[in-house]
């Protein structure tokens, strides 16, 4: 804009000269930003919007005095939201509002007062609020499955870390199937990124999900530490690893996740189950299973045999029994043979057609019939 100009006062003086509120808001902004150089102010942040456009519109205030300010989006996106009451540092430069006509600060920095600073801050506050709503209970964690057959991963398609992922996969349990969800996982839209990633993921059949990326500084890792993503991690219906940075790093997924991994190959060794070990295992069970089969198999036999020779000597007790009964029944029947009667000097005599004779009047004379006797039949005839 240049320095400002001098004003002409005499000009001004009269209503023919008088000058336009325009111009004297663009003066008047051309005269304080050459005036007054960038500076540090400390205050407390009260009014505080954030626009859709990611532009933070607040005032700061102390007991005697307050200024509007602004911070625009290419110079926050890499900071929590303040909120009312904090106390800031703001490094400004200042400024007027052309079209409204009012002094501001345009915020190039933002610090807070508390130690730890707004990351700090806005971490502790979203932790707490997860804790309300019980969502960092240990008890609510869920066990991963021990041989998972389709892993989701939530990363980005570019970074180590899924390289990293890949590999120990493929070398541990190359049965298991790979689905890549891309996400960024840093800047001003990780975090709805992240968030549209694991949504989509809550259609599929996964049986364990890992939401990781690599190490960062605290502003690359923010993004996990939203509570927005966080709420997102703790209701996916699978079980979840959190894989965020490098061993020192504590995000708040790492917090809600029903396992937190050091790092991205952590994450993966902690999902699948080694192969070597699993063949190993299954060598030891096959050796136990064959030593286990082959002693059932000799307790059967010699329970077959012990059952056979009772088999055995019950059926030979039963027929003996048989036997008895029979040369009973048979020394029985003997006794009431007919036969036995005719040994005894009796006969039976039939008529022609085969019957007993029983009575005289039967046999009228001339009658031809049959008389059995002890050896054999005679025949005769009624006289």
Same mark, same amino acid.
């Given at each position: 804009?240049?320095? +400002?100009?001098?004003?002409?006062?005499?000009a001004?003086?009269?209503?023919?000269?008088?000058?336009t509120?325009?111009?004297?808001?663009?003066?008047?902004?051309?005269?304080?930003?050459?005036?007054?150089?960038?500076?540090?102010?400390?205050?407390?942040?009260?009014?505080?919007?954030?626009?859709?456009?990611?532009?933070?519109?607040?005032s700061?205030?102390?007991?005697?005095?307050?200024?509007?300010?602004?911070?625009?989006?290419?110079?926050n996106?890499?900071? +929590?939201? +303040?909120s009312?009451?904090?106390?800031?540092?703001?490094?400004?430069?200042?400024s007027?509002?052309?079209?409204?006509?009012?002094?501001?600060?345009?915020?190039?920095?933002?610090?807070?007062?508390?130690?730890?600073?707004?990351?700090?801050?806005?971490f502790?506050?979203?932790?707490?609020?997860?804790?309300?709503?019980? /969502? /960092?209970?240990?008890?609510?964690?869920?066990?991963?499955?021990?041989?998972p057959?389709?892993?989701a991963?939530?990363?980005?398609?570019d970074?180590?870390?899924?390289?990293?992922?890949?590999?120990?996969?493929?070398?541990?349990?190359?049965?298991?199937?790979?689905?890549?969800?891309p996400?960024?996982?840093?800047?001003?839209?990780?975090?709805?990124?992240?968030?549209?990633?694991l949504?989509?993921?809550?259609r599929? +059949?996964?049986?364990?999900?890992?939401v990781?990326?690599?190490?960062?500084?605290?502003?690359?890792?923010?993004?996990?530490?939203?509570?927005?993503?966080?709420?997102?991690?703790?209701?996916?219906?699978?079980?979840?690893?959190s894989?965020?940075?490098?061993?020192?790093?504590?995000?708040?997924c790492?917090?809600?996740a029903?396992?937190?991994?050091?790092?991205?190959?952590?994450?993966?060794?902690?999902?699948?189950?080694?192969?070597?070990?699993?063949?190993?295992?299954?060598?030891?069970?096959?050796?136990? /299973?064959?030593?286990?089969?082959?002693?059932?198999?000799?307790?059967?036999?010699?329970?077959?045999?012990?059952?056979?020779?009772?088999?055995a000597r019950?059926?030979?007790?039963?027929?003996?029994?048989?036997?008895?009964?029979?040369?009973?029944h048979s020394?029985h029947?003997?006794?009431?043979?007919?036969?036995?009667? /005719?040994a005894?000097?009796?006969?039976?005599?039939?008529?022609?057609?085969?019957?007993?004779?029983?009575?005289v009047?039967?046999?009228?004379?001339?009658?031809?019939?049959r008389?059995?006797?002890?050896?054999?039949?005679?025949?005769?005839?009624v006289?």
């Open positions: 804009m240049g320095p +400002p100009q001098p004003l002409d006062l005499f001004a003086a009269s209503a023919e000269g008088a000058w509120v325009g111009e004297v808001t663009r003066r008047a902004r051309a005269v304080v930003e050459a005036g007054l150089p960038p500076l540090w102010v400390r205050g407390e942040i009260a009014n505080f919007k954030a626009w859709r456009s990611g532009h933070w519109y607040f700061l205030r102390d007991t005697t005095a307050q200024l509007r300010c602004v911070m625009f989006a290419k110079q996106f890499r900071l +929590p939201a +303040p009312d009451g904090m106390q800031v540092f703001v490094f400004a430069r200042p007027l509002y052309e079209e409204k006509g009012e002094f501001q600060l345009t915020v190039m920095e933002l610090l807070s007062t508390e130690q730890g600073g707004l990351w700090k801050l806005a502790e506050k979203a932790k707490a609020a997860l804790t309300k709503d019980g /969502l /960092l209970d240990p008890a609510r964690k869920r066990r991963m499955p021990a041989f057959r389709r892993i991963v939530v990363t980005s398609p970074g180590a870390a899924l390289r990293d992922i890949q590999a120990v996969v493929a070398r541990r349990w190359p049965l298991a199937e790979l689905v890549v969800v996400a960024q996982v840093q800047g001003a839209k990780a975090e709805q990124s992240v968030c549209s990633a949504h989509r993921i809550r599929l +059949p996964v049986d364990v999900l890992i990781g990326r690599g190490g960062g500084s605290i502003e690359d890792l923010w993004a996990f530490n939203s509570e927005k993503v966080a709420r997102a991690v703790a209701a996916m219906p699978m079980p979840v690893i894989a965020v940075g490098h061993e020192t790093d504590v995000t708040l790492d917090l809600v029903d396992l937190r991994a050091a790092t991205p190959s952590a994450a993966a060794a902690a999902a699948t189950p080694d192969r070597a070990e699993v063949l190993a295992h299954c060598g030891v069970v096959g050796q136990r /299973l064959a030593r286990a089969l082959r002693t059932a198999s000799r307790h059967a036999v010699e329970r077959l045999d012990r059952t056979g020779d009772r088999l019950c059926m030979e007790s039963r027929l003996e029994q048989t036997r008895a009964r029979l040369t009973a020394a029947l003997e006794a009431l043979s007919p036969l036995r009667v /005719l005894r000097g009796y006969a039976v005599a039939r008529d022609a057609d085969g019957h007993v004779v029983k009575r009047a039967q046999l009228p004379a001339g009658t031809e019939f008389l059995r006797v002890t050896d054999g039949e005679v025949h005769a005839r006289e």
